[in-house]
């Protein structure tokens, strides 16, 4: 995964042409004076508020992009004036009005001659603002810079004009400059209106059918990895597990830490200065890095808005010394909807940890109100417990899929119901609260929400299983199911015998990924949000040692999935306000807001207590949803904590792109595999994570293996960026300061100057324990 890059931005840039800034004109001219010159008679024209002209230097961003800086969309209803672009565009019906209104001012200073030779003309260069390029035709994508008057015309069509409608061009613009100069010099006209990438001049940009044959559908390299955006939405926390949402409108996110504390972060993308909930004095937790315990699930009632009640999964140690899983229900303060009450803690379940490795830790309540529970197969390597271990066995409670009532009593005393449509409740040889079985260590798991029209894959729940050696994979969890562990590890045998002997139904993944793509699997969302309509139905996930970020797509035909890389950071697509093109390596997990876009959460250093982890929120450029379509009010919810601003810390694509080209070149690191974020080093081991794959002892890993790790912590570059070269620039901006954040100097002090010995010390000790 990638570094959140404090270190990658400061070492690595491209370069951009600075564009001269000119001052803004706001002048309304009103000259009284006519020219016929072309044969058309004008009389004092009505102007709008205009930007001076600016000669373009250097080469434009070749993506789409909208005046407003966003990328193009679907218009929700027919554009009557421009319509060549109600397709896809930059106008909603409102805009489109308002350039046809002033068209018509235009049209009334020309004669009945004009309006026949120069109006389409006219309508064209005004509708340009509507084109899906309109940003490379108006010199918009950097925000820094100030706009022209005209889009940028192609030299033959701008001859043309001129010829024809050179005396419009005191209405079009209220620069004197230009009036003065170029109603008689065509080429000075022309020049100015020169765009240096011709591609992208109009009305050559509307035949050009490379930028057009995939308009508006989601951008893919050569290679076809999908090219998405991030924003950065938090940072400074401390390995962030999960982040859920209440579902109570309010459009707070609360963000969990493996230490054990749980902050709130409001609709504006400020923090409450308390937590939400701090149990870090009871939760196991450690500094070793990868160790797998601690603070790992949480869940809302689904009636929380009214029962304030939620539940949590973490590991602690019992007063005999023995490790535990616990899942516990808490309510929300009445005095205080942002403070959970510790003293309302309902214990609903223990499970006794083996091992210290493979504790699962999903907490998710289904379309049919009923809470599930991921649990680990108990850990070391091989699931070695019993004859054919905890998953296979279901009289256990370990490696399994659970589901309970939590709404009630069973009648043995339980604190929880059994469903009475559970798969096993009428087996007097297993737990009743067994819904499926035969998981690894299933690391994330996510209800589908289902088409937001169709409600097709509505209440679907997708899991992400840490495999042993060779296969991650990626299940959909079915009632009763066996997904085959130990027996099988993803399509394949792990235990020879017993899967020869093992039954023919068992439930294969939906996608299953081997050695060279990834060694340990983080479990993601199908997107369901509305930002981004062309992410609808993808399951996006990613890998935890490498940062590599996948996607994959049903056929409805078949039923089967297909795979695509998701690529981060280009600096070419996402050159928008706000985006970054890099985000910290380690994946941790993946979440959904209330409205349904779709977010990760990753760290530079796993280590519970390391607060260098972040929260990254998945953009699409090339299309985006219609301007007030994905609008929502939050519920207003009272604060009695002090709000802490966002500051965002990674350094965005503009910033980038603004640095001076005098500052180092980009470190060169190994080719990456299949288009995807590179880690450093070549030979990266697996490690424990929150989701560890093999332990052979109880206590947490050793100094060995966290050495191992510390090695792999290092900056993290998405592929597409270490291949941009250096522009030179002709008017450099000036230097934006260079301050090293303290993060990167604890990290730098973290990582061990024998990282090499330590990796092939650990790399014996992993075999060893496999």
């Known amino acids: 995964m990638n570094e959140p890059y404090y270190e990658v931005v400061q070492d690595f840039y491209t370069s951009d042409v600075k564009k001269p800034m000119l001052k803004e004109t706001n002048v309304w001219l009103c000259t009284g004076r006519s020219s016929s010159s072309s044969g058309v008679s004008f009389s004092c024209p009505h102007i709008f508020l205009c930007l001076s002209f600016l000669c373009l230097i250097g080469s434009l961003l070749g993506h789409p992009q909208c005046l407003d800086y966003g990328p193009p969309f679907q218009p929700p209803f027919h554009l009557e004036f421009c319509s060549a672009y109600e397709n896809f565009g930059c106008c909603d019906q409102e805009r489109d009005n308002s350039i046809a209104a002033k068209y018509w001012d235009i049209m009334d200073y020309i004669d009945p001659r004009g309006h026949k030779l120069c109006g389409t003309y006219i309508k064209d260069i005004l509708c340009q603002e509507c084109s899906p390029y309109a940003a490379h035709l108006y010199d918009a994508e950097n925000p820094r810079t100030p706009l022209r008057n005209l889009p940028g015309l192609c030299f033959e069509y701008c001859s043309e004009f001129h010829f024809n409608c050179r005396s419009a061009i005191s209405l079009l613009t209220s620069d004197k400059h230009i009036q003065e100069c170029c109603e008689t010099n065509k080429t000075r006209f022309c020049n100015l209106l020169h765009l240096h990438d011709e591609d992208y001049c109009f009305p050559n940009v509307l035949k050009n059918t490379a930028l057009n044959r995939n308009l508006g559908s989601v951008v893919e390299d050569r290679k076809g990895c999908l090219q998405l955006c991030l924003t950065e939405v938090a940072n400074g926390l401390r390995n962030p597990v999960l982040m859920v949402h209440a579902n109570d409108h ?122 599930y529970l991921f649990t680990g197969d108990g850990g070391k390597a091989g699931d070695p417990f019993g004859k054919f271990g905890n998953a296979q066995n279901k009289s256990a409670l370990l490696g399994k899929v659970l589901r309970i009532d939590v709404d009630g009593r069973s009648p043995d005393g339980k604190p929880y119901r059994i469903p009475p449509d559970n798969p096993f409740v009428s087996d007097p040889k297993a737990r009743p609260e067994v819904y499926a079985y035969g998981v690894r260590n299933m690391w994330r798991c996510a209800v589908d929400r289902g088409d937001t029209v169709t409600k097709k894959g509505r209440g679907r729940i997708f899991c992400g299983d840490v495999g042993q050696n060779r296969f991650e994979e990626i299940d959909i969890i079915v009632k009763g199911g066996n ?156 604060t009695k904590s002090k709000r802490i601003p966002f500051v965002q810390r990674a350094k965005t694509v503009l910033e980038l792109l603004n640095e001076p080209s005098t500052t180092k070149p980009p470190k060169k690191s190994s080719p990456p595999t299949a288009a995807i974020p590179t880690v450093s080093s070549k030979k990266a081991k697996k490690t424990p994570s929150t989701k560890i794959k093999a332990s052979t002892a109880k206590p947490a890993p050793s100094g060995k293996k966290r050495q191992k790790i510390k090695a792999e912590a290092k900056p993290h570059k998405p592929k597409q960026e270490e291949k941009v070269a250096h522009i030179s620039r002709t008017t450099p901006a000036p230097p934006l300061p260079k301050k090293k954040s303290s993060q990167l100097t604890r990290t730098k002090k973290l990582l061990p100057k024998k990282a090499a010995r330590a990796k092939e010390k650990m790399e014996k000790r992993r075999k060893e324990s496999r």
């Open 250 to 371: 309010t459009h707070r996110m609360f963000v969990a830490e493996q230490v054990g504390v749980i902050w709130v972060y409001l609709p504006d993308g400020s923090r409450l200065e308390e937590p939400f909930l701090d149990i870090k004095s009871i939760v196991l937790a450690t500094p070793w890095i990868g160790d797998e315990r601690g603070f790992l699930g949480m869940a809302f009632h689904p009636k929380y808005k009214y029962n304030g009640k939620f539940y949590i999964y973490y590991s602690y140690m019992d007063k005999n010394r023995v490790e535990k899983i616990r899942i516990s229900e808490l309510k929300v303060l009445a005095s205080d909807v942002n403070k959970a009450d510790p003293l309302s803690e309902r214990n609903l379940l223990e499970l006794e940890e083996p091992a210290a490795n493979h504790n699962g830790g999903q907490l998710l309540f289904g379309v049919d109100g009923y809470m």
């Open 483 to 638: 997904y085959g562990w130990r027996a099988k590890e993803g399509f394949e045998c792990y235990d020879t015998k017993l899967c020869r002997n093992s039954s023919l139904d068992d439930i294969l993944p939906i996608f299953a990924y081997g050695r060279n793509v990834g060694k340990s699997v983080t479990g993601g969302y199908v997107y369901r949000g509305c930002e981004s309509p062309n992410l609808n139905g993808l399951y996006i996930f990613g890998d935890f040692m490498n940062g590599r970020l996948m996607a994959l797509q049903e056929e409805e035909k078949t039923n089967k999935w297909k795979k695509q890389d998701i690529c981060i950071g280009s600096r070419k697509a996402c050159a928008f306000p706000g985006m970054i093109s890099s985000y910290s390596k380690f994946i941790i997990s993946f979440a959904e807001d209330e409205a349904g876009e779709l977010y990760f959460m990753s760290t530079s250093y796993p280590s519970a207590y390391a607060p260098h982890g972040s929260l990254y929120k998945f953009i699409d450029p090339a299309r985006r949803a219609p301007p007030g379509k994905c609008k929502y009010k939050p519920v207003p919810v009272k």
